[in-house]
């Protein structure tokens, strides 16, 4: 009997999921129910295709154990709730055979008796564990408790298979666990696993466009004309009261701008990396590499959006004269009709989130259209330049990319003209490289006279024997030297040594002198320099205690400051930016 | 007979002695500048004069609350947000209930109910053209309400 009625339930959700798939979709039946959104209606017939084939089952089959999934589900919650003191845990099983699994600390079988239904009674194995899922999570929670008292970092999870706690301890911190657990500080039961691990994963901190806001979504990325990132929303999101967040974290406002053309507003965000990317569905993540301004969004082109509620649906540009919601509306609005495959293109939640095609960012969405509610309405993009903001597109130097540690100092040198990196096709930084010194040359000069700054011409001599006038940075030599920065690396004969490297004691003498002039002299060191292996009588040991002093440089790591060690570009790049407080 | 006579007066009775308002239906396309009827327990209820050129569609979500006779939202991002009406919405009571009724007539949430509401955030709108003036004791972060406003499961 159960199968039967089996049956017929996957034959009318194959029929319904059919009916809705790509191939047989018709917006007109679908526009007649709501509730069905092709984005949703497409994942479950997809998964139970993929299953299958992973499986070697048929559709069918696949669609049963979703369901049958489904109801384990439920009958966890129901365990979890009425037999809490000896649940221990249940999991659905695929291979050598699709059952659910379901533990008890004692009593199994009469445990579960009131639970078995039908559509269970043949694929439920009832076992026997020895710690109560509760149980497991009291002692989970108090190891957690201890280790944050003892300030061990530590992730844990529950391992319902294994009826135990498993504790990952990053390497560097298992010396101190151990310590603890042996002077009896830290107690954990038998049933805690202990694995050390190289490190603990890392919290995810970036942000960027298509992600939800407390109200709203954001939009994309953007960087202030001065400098300043931070992601944009539509400015009906918030007002002078209220306050937007992401993640629980309130993003201050930084402008925000509702008339006219407009509906946007921009929030800085403390604590997370800008990056610009833009979420265009839910598991699709792109990066922004272009903006089409309004004026070049025609009429009838296929562009698609990414809201929190109705996901990511496209429709086809119908105006580019609608009026918007705000005050002295300009009619600049663009509209987005429901003709192109999808029904719904706006729902409540969704304002504020990205319009795009391909990386292509297009707009930020508005509202919904008063006389259809499917179709949509959004800012194009050309206008967050009224917050004196742009779209962050793709990182600026190929070989500098959004993760790599300097990125953000290396492209504040790059929009502050201080560099144009060290190859144009592709454009590239070179962050690893050795900074010579010849191109430290150029980067002070920058900075002591400004990003257009070009030295006087080099004349008949550099002064060094090493430089000769035909040397690329002939003339930013012999002003280096002329500014009494340095007096080269030899007097007699005179040498500059152009292509050696520069030390980290080296620089620290000439960030300073930049900054302060040639005349500038730092303080006494006095009884210690703050650094294990730089000694009072280090002969730069007084510049580089200022140095650290002054916040530009906190030497390599651990107390030390490696005065011998070559600077890289990129360390380059953030020495710079703290000592000429580049925005 | 008599029996479906009675039945019929103590219907009509039944209704005179409700605040009900039996709405018209008005197509939310349609501009309206007649101040909604509504309950006489919503001392305040701006509405705009005019249906707005689109719908926002910001959500917040949260408890419908009277409060000063005047129909805010209790959200769940710790905001008490004043609602403004679009065109369309009125207000009766029911058994001592504040409803909200939707231009076709429809009861869409009541007070007391949780709701999430579609709509945008103004600092002031009177731009939008109000059929009565911004309270005092009905303060804002005030909110236009747009598309929908539902009743929702509490989270």
Redo the contacts between chains.
């Keep these: 009997m159960y199968k039967q009625l089996r049956s017929i339930k996957v034959v009318l959700t194959l029929v319904l999921l059919m009916a809705i798939s790509p191939s047989g979709f018709h917006a007109q039946s679908i526009s007649a129910s709501p509730e069905i959104r092709l984005g949703e209606a497409e994942t479950p017939l997809g998964d139970a295709e993929s299953y299958a084939k992973a499986m070697g089952v048929s559709i069918e089959e696949a669609l049963y154990r979703f369901h049958i999934q489904d109801v384990g589900g439920e009958l966890d919650a129901k365990l979890s709730e009425n037999e809490a003191e000896t649940f221990a845990g249940i999991w659905v099983e695929h291979t050598p055979k699709f059952r659910i699994v379901v533990q008890f600390t004692q009593d199994a079988d009469q445990k579960i008796k009131p639970y078995i239904t039908e559509e269970l009674a043949d694929i439920l194995d009832v076992r026997t564990a020895s710690v109560s899922l509760v149980d497991l999570q009291n002692a989970q929670k108090e190891i957690i408790y201890s280790l944050a008292d003892l300030k061990i970092p530590v992730e844990s999870e529950i391992n319902i298979y294994d009826n135990n706690i498993k504790l990952f301890i990053a390497e560097i911190d298992r010396g101190r666990f151990d310590d603890e657990l042996q002077s009896g500080a830290l107690q954990i039961p038998d049933y805690a696993e202990v694995i050390t691990v190289p490190e603990l994963g890392k919290v995810e901190s970036n942000i960027y466009g298509g992600l939800p806001l407390?109200?709203?979504n954001t939009a994309f990325s953007v960087q202030h004309s001065q400098g300043t990132r931070g992601v944009t929303t539509?400015a009906?999101?918030?007002?002078?009261?209220?306050l937007l967040?992401y993640n629980g974290t309130i993003l201050p406002i930084a402008g925000r701008l509702?008339i006219g053309s407009y509906d946007v507003e921009w929030h800085i965000t403390p604590g997370f990396t800008v990056t610009n990317e833009f979420k265009a569905g839910n598991t699709d993540i792109r990066r922004a590499t272009a903006t089409k301004s309004r004026t070049d969004q025609l009429v009838g082109s296929y562009v698609c959006k990414y809201?929190v509620?109705s996901e990511y649906t496209c429709g086809c540009i119908s105006s580019k004269n609608?009026?918007?919601?705000v005050?002295?509306?300009n009619a600049t609005?663009i509209r987005v009709n429901n003709t192109c495959g999808y029904s719904d293109l706006?729902?409540?939640?969704?304002?504020?989130g990205p319009w795009f095609n391909g990386e292509t960012a297009y707009g930020i969405?508005?509202?919904?259209?008063?006389?259809d509610?499917n179709d949509a309405?959004y800012m194009a993009i050309n206008y967050v330049d009224g917050l004196s903001v742009s779209v962050v597109l793709a990182p600026i130097f190929a070989d500098v990319p959004w993760d790599y540690w300097a990125w953000q100092d290396i492209e504040r040198l790059y929009n502050s003209g201080i560099t144009a990196g060290c190859s144009t096709n592709p454009l590239n930084y070179c962050p690893a490289s050795t900074l010579t010194r010849a191109q430290m040359a150029v980067f002070l000069l920058r900075g002591i006279h400004g990003a257009a700054y070009s030295p006087p011409p080099v004349g008949s001599s550099t002064g060094f024997n090493d430089v000769p006038v035909s040397y690329w940075a002939a003339a930013w030599v012999k002003q280096f030297a002329a500014e009494g920065i340095t007096s080269g690396c030899s007097y007699t004969p005179p040498l500059y040594c152009p292509e050696g490297i520069t030390t980290h004691a080296q620089m620290a003498v000439f960030l300073l002198r930049s900054k302060y002039g040639a005349a500038y002299f730092p303080p006494p060191v006095g009884g210690s320099t703050g650094f294990y292996d730089v000694p009072i009588t280090h002969w730069a040991a007084p510049w580089i205690k200022q140095l650290a002093a002054e916040g530009i440089s906190s030497g390599c790591g651990g107390g030390y400051f490696c005065p011998e060690s070559s600077v890289t570009r990129a360390q380059m790049a953030g020495l710079f930016v703290r000592t000429f407080n580049l925005p | 007979m008599w029996k479906h006579i009675l039945s019929i007066i103590i219907l009509l009775l039944v209704t005179a002695c409700t605040d009900q308002y039996t709405s018209t239906p008005t197509s939310?396309?349609q501009a309206t500048s007649t101040p909604a009827s509504r309950s006489s327990l919503v001392a305040h209820f701006p509405q705009q004069i005019n249906?707005?050129?689109?719908?926002?569609?910001?959500?917040?979500q949260g408890e419908l609350v009277l409060i000063n006779g005047c129909l805010r939202v209790n959200s769940v991002?710790g905001?008490s947000?004043l609602l403004i009406w679009r065109p369309g919405f009125s207000t009766r009571t029911e058994q001592g209930t504040v409803q909200i009724i939707d231009g076709t007539g429809k009861v869409t949430a009541s007070v007391g109910d949780f709701v999430?509401?579609?709509?945008?955030?103004?600092?002031d709108p009177t731009?939008l053209g109000l059929t009565e003036s911004l309270q005092e004791e009905c303060p804002?972060?005030?909110y236009?309400v747009?598309?929908?406003i539902k009743k929702i499961d509490r989270p």
């Design positions: 407390s109200e709203c539509a009906h999101c918030s007002d002078d009261n209220t967040s509702k809201g509620f609608v009026s918007g919601n005050p002295s509306s609005f706006s729902l409540p939640g969704d304002s504020g969405h508005h509202a919904a259209a008063p006389d509610s309405i | 939310s396309n249906t707005p050129s689109a719908y926002n569609e910001a959500l917040v991002n905001y947000i999430a509401v579609g709509g945008g955030f103004d600092d731009w804002g972060p005030y236009i747009g598309e929908t």
